[in-house]
């Protein structure tokens, strides 16, 4: 089994590695480098000030929300698998000004590339279906996090993943209670660049809530913060529309009732 998931991981770091460039012209990267941050206002509040504290941020992409935490006075290091996001995040840095260390390695993978010691581990944003075993990734979080440290997650919630776009809003389409992974080579159009049509399959996972937060709690994690919020960071279905809070929202309708996104704050005991 270890070695199927692998496979899917290989897969999903090619996936990941075709959408680094998409996503280098298609996140607001103009508006990053005149000074606005990727966070948005409920991150930043969770966050509180981060000045001077070690952040490392795990599946980091092509950087711009590590570059953000960067701008906040935070010393952070990103992570991520895919070495053409990491290639991006390296230029990204070079062109913003900003210092921040990236590494390009599975997270199940880091022994011996980082030492430990951060005051906090962020992470979020898409990042739970592309891990393969989620009680390993508390055990992670938690090795690399000094004691009273916190680790902050923004997220999909996991409830909204058995949805697919339906109608005017959504119908159930996936079981909640199956991990999968589940291959999708289907994708109309990237998340970011609805121009772009993906060409790599993907394999997710799918987490509970209960898998998350018990993966947490299994790694010395003590939840402090459970948020659900009816919205989400990106256009997930069809129908939903930007809110002037940056958040996409479904318009009205019962569908506007459903979780969509959570944030989870847990500090290491
Ligand atoms: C949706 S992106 C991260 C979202 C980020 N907030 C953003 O939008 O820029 C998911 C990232 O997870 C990375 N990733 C997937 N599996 C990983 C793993 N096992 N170890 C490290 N990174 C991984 C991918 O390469 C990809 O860059």
Redesign the pocket.
């Given at each position: 089994m270890d070695r199927e998931a692998d496979r899917y991981?290989l897969n999903?770091?090619e996936l990941?590695d075709e959408l680094?460039p998409v996503?280098f012209r298609s996140?607001d990267i103009k508006g990053f480098l005149s000074g606005h941050s990727s966070l948005d206002a409920i991150q930043m509040k969770d966050l509180g000030s981060i000045k001077g504290k070690k952040v490392l941020h795990?599946?980091?992409?092509?950087g711009?929300?590590t570059l953000s935490l960067a701008r906040l006075g935070a010393d952070v290091t990103g992570?991520?698998?895919?070495p053409r996001?990491i290639e991006f995040a390296e230029k990204l840095k070079k062109r913003s000004g900003l210092d921040a260390r990236f590494i390009c390695?599975?997270?199940?993978r880091l022994e011996g590339k980082l030492k430990a010691g951060y005051d906090i581990v962020y992470t979020?944003?898409?990042?739970l279906c592309?891990?393969?075993d989620i009680k390993e990734w508390g055990r992670i979080i938690s090795r690399y996090l000094e004691k009273g440290g916190m680790f902050y997650i923004m997220e999909g919630h996991p409830f909204s993943c058995i949805f697919e776009s339906g109608g005017k809003g959504i119908r159930v389409e996936y079981d909640y209670f199956k991990p999968g992974p589940l291959r999708f080579d289907d994708w109309d159009a990237d998340y970011s660049d609805p121009s772009y049509r993906v060409r790599s399959p993907s394999y997710e996972w799918q987490w509970t809530a209960g898998d998350i937060v018990n993966s947490l709690i299994g790694a010395d994690l003590r939840i402090e913060r459970f948020e659900e919020y009816p919205f989400l960071f990106f256009k997930r279905f069809k129908g939903m529309k930007k809110g002037k809070d940056g958040f996409w929202h479904f318009k009205s309708g019962t569908s506007g009732y459903v979780p969509l996104m959570f944030t989870l704050k847990a500090r290491k005991i």
């Open positions: 991981t999903n770091r990941w680094a996503h996140y795990l599946q980091c992409h092509i711009l929300d992570i991520d698998i895919s996001s390695s599975d997270i199940y979020g944003q898409g990042v592309w891990l393969k």
